[in-house]
C-alpha cells in the first residue's frame, strides 16, 4: 500500500524528469509554513525535529523521515501524500499543495542538500497563517524620503505623505474648514474644552493672518488642560482606577497621585523615553524622586482579589496583567498570549514571555496585605502616602517556565531579558550586586524598550497620538502591531513620524504641532464628492476628508458644565464621587453606604477627577462608552444607542445644567431675544441665525402656554427647555 502511494505520488508529481530545486526557496519555507510548529524544540510531536540537518537524520520514533535519494522509502513523503501531514484540522484535510509536494519530492531526489549550519526557525520568514521577523513592525525604523509632490502647497511633510496616496488613487483632499469649525476642533482635540463665544471671535480674526494658527497650536498646547485631555487616553491604555475591583472593590490609597504624575509630565512635555522609564522603574533610576516613584503606580493599577482561591496561582494572574499591559502599552503586542505556549501569530517563543516577566518577579508574598506580587508599603517606597513599585529585595527567587501556564508543572528556569522578535537587540539582563536593593530588571526593560534601534516603540507611540487626532490611527489597530492587526494606510509616513519623535528628543508636543499644523487635520469633514470618493474608501484609509466625532463621554459631561458656566477648572488633587442615582445603587448589598456623593460644589470639577471605582461606574459615562478598567484599552468603542438619546433627555445630571444655563442666559441678557441669542452663544458658540430665532420664540410661547397653570415661573421653565434642545442638539454632541 506504502509502495503504490509513493508511485502514484511521483508519476501525478514528476512525470518528466526530476526538476532543480533550491533549498532556501523551495523547500525551507514549505518546513518552516507547513511542518515546524510541532517538529521542533525538545519535544518534537513524534520524536522528530526538522529544525536542522542532524536533527533530520536522526528520524523520529517510527524512523528515519527520509532516504535521501529514494523518495519511495521516505515516510515524510509518504505521509504528505496521503494527506496525513499536516494533520487534519478538526476532520477537515489540509493537503499540501501539489506545488509544495512536488518541491519535497524534487529535493529528495536529488539528494535533500541541506545547507552547512543551517537552523531553520519557526519565527525566521511571515507565512500566510504568522508573521515572522520580517514583518513590517519588526524591521527598523529609517526615515523615509518625503514625496515630491506636484502641489507647492503641501509644505507640511505629513501632506506630502497623504497627498501622494491620494494622488495614486486619483483623489483630491477636502477644502481647508472654516474658521469656526477649526477651532472648536482645535479645542476639543488638544485640551477637551470647548471654546467660548469669546474665544472662536478673538481667534477667528488672527486665523486670517499667517501667524494665526501657529499661534492658536502654541497657545493650547501650553495650557494646563492639554495635559489633562491627553492624560485621559494615556489613563484609558493602563487600566486605570482608583478600587481594586473584584468583591470588595477596596479602594487603591492614593492612585490619584498616578493620574496627576501623567497630567504633569505630559504638560511638562517629558521626552517619552522618561515617561517610560519612570513608569516601569521610576525607583531605580539615578535621581529618584516622589513623582519618579509615584510614576511606577503604573504596575499597581490592575485588578487585585484580596481573596483568591489560591495565592501562588493568583502571583501568575498578577503577573500576566503587568506583561500585558507593558507590552500593549509600550509595545503594541499581545505578549500575554505566550503565557502557556508559543505565539500562535508573532514571533514570540513561550519563553519571551517568562523572559519579560522576570522583571517584575520580586519575590515571594511577605502578607496577604501585599498588592500584586507582594509589592511595597509606602515605608519600603521610602515615600508616606505612595502607591508605587519596588523590589522586595535583588535576588529573587528563579521563575520557571511552565508547560501549559500552569504553576505546577514547571519546567525550566528562564533567564530575565527582551523579546527577542529584534534579534539585533535582544539582550539577556545583567545580574545585579548582592548589596542592590532591587534587581534592577526593570530599568534594563525600559532601556530595551527606550532604545531607538527597538522597531516598535516610537511607531506605536505616534500612532497613538494620529489615532486621537484623526480618530483612526495610521494603524488601526493600535494594541496589536503583530500578524493579526492592521497594516498600516501610510507606512512612510508612519515611519517619518516615528524618526521625528526620536530625532526630536522624544517630544510629544513636536508632533501634536505637525500634525495640527497639516492641512491634512484641517480640512473639512465635507467633500464635494463625497459619495463618490466613499465607494472607493468608505472608511477614508485615504484621509481625504476629517472624520467627523462625537464628544466622548468625559468631553460632552465638561462641554454641559462649560455650557452652563459651572466648569470648575482646578488642576490635580483627590478625585470627587458624583451623584448616582438610588436605582444604580440598587443591586449593591451596601446601597446607601456604598457611594457617598461628593458636595455639588465638587462635582463641578472636569470629568478626569471623577472617583474611579471599578464596580461602579456612573451610568451617564458608560451610557457614552466611558470604557471598562479591567484590561488596556487603546480605543474606545463608539456606540450609538437609544440609552444615550434617553440619558441626554432624562438624566438629572442633563437637566440640572440645562436649568443652570437657563439662569446664566437671564442673568446675561433681559430680552427675550438676548436671551435666545445667549443660550446659542453659551452652548454652540455663535449667533442664532433668524430662522433659529424665530423657531425659539416659538418654542418659547409655546412652552409658556404649556406651562401657565402648573407653575409660577413659566418664563425659566421655558428657557431651560430652550436650552435643553440645544444641549441635546447634533451639533454640541458633534465636532466636525
Known amino acids: 500500500m506504502r509502495m503504490s502511494v509513493i508511485v502514484l505520488f511521483t508519476i501525478s508529481l514528476l512525470s518528466a524528469k526530476t526538476q532543480a530545486v533550491d533549498f532556501e526557496n523551495d523547500v525551507a519555507p514549505v518546513i518552516v509554513r507547513r511542518c515546524l510548529e510541532c517538529h521542533k524544540g525538545e519535544e518534537p510531536s513524534g520524536g522528530l525535529s526538522l529544525e536542522s540537518n542532524a536533527a533530520l537524520q536522526r528520524g523520529g520514533d517510527s524512523g528515519p523521515a527520509i532516504v535521501a535519494g529514494r523518495t519511495t522509502t521516505s515516510l515524510l513523503l509518504e505521509r504528505v501524500a496521503n494527506g496525513e ?64 509632490v506636484t502641489d507647492g502647497s503641501a509644505t507640511n511633510p505629513i501632506d ?279 534587581t534592577g530588571r526593570r530599568r534594563q526593560l525600559a532601556e530595551w524598550i527606550v532604545d531607538e534601534r527597538n522597531p516598535l516603540t516610537a511607531r506605536v507611540f505616534v500612532n497613538r497620538l494620529w489615532q486621537h487626532h484623526f480618530g483612526e490611527g495610521l494603524v488601526r489597530s493600535p494594541n496589536n502591531f503583530g500578524y493579526k492587526g492592521e497594516v498600516p494606510t501610510h507606512p512612510q509616513l508612519l515611519d517619518w513620524l516615528a524618526s521625528e519623535l526620536m530625532d526630536s528628543g522624544w517630544s510629544a508636543k513636536h508632533i501634536h504641532r505637525l500634525i495640527l499644523m497639516s492641512q491634512t487635520w484641517q480640512q473639512s469633514s465635507l467633500h464635494a464628492q463625497q459619495s463618490e470618493y466613499a465607494q472607493q474608501d468608505s472608511s477614508n484609509r485615504l484621509w481625504w476628508r476629517s472624520n467627523r466625532r462625537r464628544l466622548d463621554a468625559e468631553t460632552l459631561r465638561d462641554s454641559m458644565l462649560a455650557a452652563a458656566g459651572e466648569l470648575d477648572l482646578r488642576i490635580g488633587g483627590e478625585g470627587f464621587k458624583p451623584t448616582i442615582s438610588a436605582e444604580a445603587l440598587e443591586g449593591f448589598s451596601r446601597k446607601g453606604s456604598a457611594w457617598q456623593a461628593s458636595p455639588p460644589e465638587e462635582q463641578r470639577r472636569r470629568s478626569l477627577y471623577i472617583y474611579v471605582s471599578r464596580s461602579l461606574m456612573p451610568p451617564m459615562m458608560t451610557s457614552f462608552d466611558q470604557c471598562d478598567t479591567t484590561l488596556p484599552c487603546a480605543q474606545r468603542d463608539v456606540t450609538t444607542v437609544p440609552t444615550q438619546a434617553l440619558a441626554m433627555m432624562n438624566n438629572h445630571f442633563s437637566h440640572g445644567r440645562s436649568e443652570a444655563l437657563a439662569k446664566r442666559c437671564q442673568q446675561i441678557a433681559a430680552t427675550t431675544d438676548e436671551q435666545i441669542a445667549a443660550v446659542w452663544k453659551c452652548s454652540l458658540g455663535r449667533e442664532p441665525t433668524i430662522d433659529e430665532q424665530t423657531l425659539a420664540r416659538q418654542h418659547l410661547k409655546s412652552q409658556i402656554a404649556n406651562l401657565k397653570s402648573s407653575s409660577a415661573n413659566t418664563d425659566h421653565l421655558a428657557l431651560t427647555s430652550l436650552c435643553h434642545v440645544l444641549l441635546n442638539s447634533n451639533e454640541f454632541l458633534y465636532v466636525d
Open 160 to 438: 506630502a505623505f497623504v497627498l501622494a496616496k491620494l494622488t495614486e488613487q486619483g483623489l483630491e483632499p477636502a477644502p481647508p474648514a472654516d474658521a469656526k469649525t477649526i477651532l472648536r476642533r482645535m479645542f476639543n482635540d488638544v485640551t477637551g474644552l470647548p471654546p467660548s463665544f469669546e474665544e472662536i471671535t478673538q481667534w477667528s480674526d488672527r486665523l486670517r493672518h499667517d501667524c494665526g494658527m501657529a499661534e492658536l497650536v502654541d497657545h493650547l498646547l501650553a495650557s494646563p488642560h492639554f495635559g489633562e485631555r491627553w492624560g485621559r487616553y494615556w489613563l484609558d491604555l493602563v487600566r486605570y482606577a482608583e478600587s481594586s475591583g473584584y468583591e470588595r472593590d477596596q479602594p487603591k490609597p492614593f492612585a490619584w497621585k498616578y493620574r496627576d504624575w501623567v497630567v504633569d509630565a505630559i504638560n511638562a512635555d517629558m521626552p517619552i523615553d522618561d515617561f517610560i522609564r519612570h513608569q516601569l522603574a521610576g525607583d531605580e533610576i539615578a535621581e529618584r524622586t516622589e513623582a519618579s516613584t509615584v510614576a511606577t503606580g503604573f504596575l499597581r493599577l490592575g485588578t487585585w482579589n484580596d481573596e483568591p482561591n489560591d495565592d501562588q496561582d493568583y502571583r501568575y494572574e498578577r503577573l500576566e496583567d503587568i506583561v500585558h499591559s507593558t507590552s500593549s502599552a509600550f509595545l503594541g503586542l499581545t505578549v500575554k498570549c505566550a503565557r502557556c505556549h508559543d505565539h500562535k501569530f508573532d514571533p514570540i517563543p513561550q519563553e519571551d514571555y517568562y523572559r519579560v516577566a522576570s522583571a517584575f518577579w520580586p519575590g515571594p508574598i511577605a502578607t496577604r496585605d501585599r498588592n500584586l506580587l507582594g509589592g511595597p508599603s509606602p515605608e519600603e517606597l521610602g515615600f508616606v502616602n505612595v502607591l508605587g513599585w519596588t523590589d522586595l529585595n535583588s535576588q529573587p527567587n528563579p521563575l520557571h517556565l511552565l508547560k501549559n501556564g500552569e504553576r505546577t508543572k514547571p519546567l525550566q528556569v528562564v533567564q530575565a531579558g527582551s523579546l527577542t522578535f529584534a534579534s539585533d537587540i535582544a539582550q539577556v539582563f545583567a545580574t545585579p550586586p548582592t548589596e542592590a536593593k532591587t
Open 85 to 148: 501531514m499536516p494533520p487534519p484540522v478538526k476532520g477537515v484535510s489540509h493537503k499540501l499543495p501539489d506545488s509544495e509536494q512536488a518541491a519535497l519530492q524534487a529535493w529528495i531526489t536529488a539528494g535533500a542538500t541541506w545547507p552547512a549550519n543551517r537552523t531553520l526557525d519557526l519565527y525566521e520568514v511571515t507565512t500566510d497563517i504568522r508573521g515572522g521577523r520580517d514583518w513590517w513592525a519588526f524591521q527598523s525604523i529609517k526615515r523615509p524620503t518625503v514625496p515630491q
